[in-house]
């Protein structure tokens, strides 16, 4: 017979936080969210300083290095950026064997996964900056290839001559992208490129905090990245918008969906106690990029769903957050819905590398202790007696 287990005695503790909320973890220079505020800043500027006027490579940079480039600078990173677009012929081999109906999140995955396999000579020291670089440049080639290959089309091999957002639409589709679309898309990027300790460059810092390589590290951020509580929920605001279809059926719909339970997409965040400031830029963008009708869909159903959210849920403070714009924006530029949240991933790409330059340039293991709530009395019983 065994003892009976008994639970320990009750604490006047007060209850830790759930989800680490409110708990430090690490120290950065990166970036900071002011959630109060509806402020997010990068290494000093605010992001409304360089939304739209920063190009992708200049605030690469700025994150990777802390200052913005001078001419020479750029120059130089953009020729970095060119030099590595070219994939190895095992990681397109080993994307071409994937399923045509594999998530693209997957893929890039497996993709990051598998540079850092096949390019061991590049990614097993310390994470450097010419690494996070050359990873950064491969994220938009490892979902183009995917994404054409399960279109039965070939691969595009990139291009030098153009930055990252117009790279990135040609390799997708094969031709040079007009402005009207890569302009936008390089804003989006700029404003997914960091956002303090979210779960996602958590999980970089802890990686690169054991010594492991940068692939490792975008590896697993990749895959923390995927869940629809962090980088999935653009997807799901297009599928809702689609949903809703016209702007006739917006009050109806979304009423329904919160008679029944259903949570509104794009709205909320767990930081941001205010618009979340890059729904704001976002919001402009999708005005000049989207058709007129997507586009006042889009804005009816924001209008009433802050309304109805605010009349059933008072005080809770919802807001429109980033990701409900996103959709409109990515869906203006000739994305899929499943490729929101890998395109989110070539943005943040940058900024869980920086991280990691960061964790690495004063490391020291991320090993957090847990309050055990177990009991502590078992004995054990013999498998005859079970």
Avoid: C
Wanted: no cysteine; proline share 6%.
């Amino acid at each position: 017979m065994s003892h009976s287990a008994t639970a320990p005695a009750p604490t006047t503790e007060p209850p830790k936080p759930n989800g680490l909320e409110g708990v430090v973890a690490a120290s950065t220079e990166l970036s900071h969210v002011f959630g109060e505020e509806g402020r997010l800043v990068y290494r000093g500027y605010d992001i409304h300083e360089l939304a739209g006027k920063a190009s992708f490579e200049e605030v690469a940079h700025l994150l990777w290095v802390g200052t913005l480039p001078n001419r020479a600078e750029l120059a130089d990173l953009k020729e970095k950026f060119g030099a590595n677009r070219i994939l190895p012929d095992a990681v397109i081999d080993g994307l071409r064997a994937l399923p045509e109906n594999a998530n693209p999140m997957d893929a890039l995955r497996t993709g990051v996964s598998l540079v850092g396999a096949v390019e061991t000579g590049l990614f097993d020291d310390e994470p450097d900056l010419d690494e996070a670089i050359a990873l950064a440049a491969r994220f938009p080639a490892i979902l183009a290839t995917f994404f054409r290959l399960r279109q039965g089309k070939e691969p595009v091999p990139g291009r030098a001559d153009l930055n990252t957002a117009q790279n990135y639409l040609y390799q997708l589709f094969g031709t040079e992208p007009e402005e009207r679309h890569w302009k936008p898309l390089e804003t989006y990027l700029v404003l997914l490129m960091d956002h303090g300790l979210n779960a996602s460059t958590f999980t970089a810092r802890v990686i690169a905090s054991t010594d492991s390589d940068l692939s490792s590290a975008l590896t697993g951020a990749v895959g923390a990245l995927k869940g629809p509580a962090h980088g999935g929920a653009p997807a799901k605001v297009l599928d809702m918008l689609n949903a809703i279809g016209t702007v006739d059926n917006v009050d109806a719909w979304l009423t329904n969906a919160l008679d029944t339970g259903e949570r509104l997409m794009g709205f909320g965040h767990r930081v941001y106690k205010a618009e979340d400031p890059r729904a704001e830029i976002l919001r402009g963008m999708a005005e000049t990029a989207s058709t007129p009708e997507f586009f006042a869909l889009s804005k009816t159903t924001e209008d009433r769903a802050l309304a109805l959210l605010d009349e059933r849920k008072p005080g809770r403070r919802l807001y429109t957050n980033v990701e409900f714009y996103s959709a409109a924006v990515l869906a203006a530029v000739g994305l899929p819905g499943d490729m929101f949240p890998p395109t989110f991933a070539v943005a943040r790409a940058v900024g869980w590398s920086a991280h990691v330059l960061e964790q690495v340039a004063h490391n020291r293991l991320i090993r957090p202790q847990s309050e055990y709530i177990g009991v502590t009395d078992k004995t054990f019983t013999p498998i005859a007696d079970r």
